[in-house]
C-alpha cells in the first residue's frame, strides 16, 4: 500500500490537470486553481527543506574544518539576520528599509560581481571554441564576428553587417532555438506521461 497510494495519487492528480485543458468548465478552472494553490503550499515546505539542508551542511563542514570553512560563517550569518529581519512583524516586508539596503547593497553587488566574473570563462570557453578546426567551427568563428562587429560603428558597412546580423538571429538562431523548444517540450510531454503512468517512479526513492 505505501507504493500504490502514492502512484494512485500522483495518477489521478496528473490526469485532473491533464482533463481541465480538453473540458473547460468552471469546475475544472476551479480545480486548477486549487491545485496551483497547493503548488505554492509545496514550494514553501521545499524552502523550509533547502534552508535545513544548508543549515545542515553548513554545520558539517565547520565541524570537520572543511576548506574554507569559515566562509560557512558569513552564509549561516547572512542567512540568519535575512531571516530575521524577514519575519520582523514590525517591520514593512520587502519595502523595510533594512531588508532593501541588504538587499540593494549586498546581493546585487555579489551577483554582479559573478556575473563579471563569469564574462571572463565565457570568452576562454568561446576562444577555445571558435578555433576553425573544421568547416562548422569556421561558420560558427564568422557568425560570431559578425554578430559582434554589429556593434561597432563601422560607416557605410554597418548597414550590411546589421543586415547579416538581423538575418543570423531571425533565421539560423530562430530555426535552432525552435527546435530545441519543440524538444524539451516533446521530452517534457513523455517524462510527465512516464511519472503519471507510474513508470518513472525516482520520487518513491527507489526504482
Known amino acids: 500500500m505505501k507504493r500504490q497510494l502514492p502512484l494512485l495519487l500522483v495518477f489521478v492528480s496528473g490526469m485532473l490537470m491533464v482533463v481541465q485543458y480538453f473540458v473547460p468548465s468552471e469546475i475544472s478552472n476551479a480545480t486548477y486553481e486549487y491545485l496551483i494553490d497547493w503548488t505554492v503550499i509545496i514550494g514553501i515546505f521545499a524552502l523550509a527543506l533547502g534552508i535545513w539542508s ?17 566562509y560557512t560563517y558569513v552564509s549561516l550569518a547572512g542567512l540568519a539576520v535575512m531571516v530575521i529581519i524577514g519575519l520582523n512583524p514590525y517591520g ?6 533594512t531588508f532593501s539596503h541588504l538587499f540593494r547593497y549586498t546581493m546585487i553587488p555579489i551577483q554582479s560581481t559573478m556575473f563579471s566574473l563569469l564574462a571572463f570563462f565565457i570568452a576562454s570557453a568561446a576562444y577555445r571554441a571558435f578555433r576553425a578546426r573544421s568547416v562548422i567551427s569556421a561558420v560558427l568563428l564568422i557568425a560570431a564576428l559578425v554578430m559582434m562587429l554589429r556593434v561597432i560603428p563601422l560607416g557605410p558597412l ?7 546580423s538581423n538575418w543570423l538571429l531571425l533565421v ?6 525552435r ?12 517524462t510527465a506521461l512516464k511519472v503519471v ?4 517512479r525516482a520520487y518513491l526513492g527507489k526504482d
Open 54 to 70: 544548508l543549515i545542515k551542511v553548513s554545520v558539517e563542514k565547520v565541524r570537520r574544518r572543511s576548506h574554507d570553512y569559515l
Open 92 to 97: 514593512d516586508g520587502l519595502e523595510d528599509y
Open 158 to 164: 554597418s548597414v550590411y553587417i546589421n543586415d547579416t
Open 172 to 177: 539560423p538562431n530562430l530555426a535552432a532555438k
Open 179 to 190: 527546435a530545441i523548444i519543440i524538444g524539451v517540450g516533446l521530452g517534457m510531454v513523455a
Open 197 to 200: 503512468l507510474g513508470i518513472e
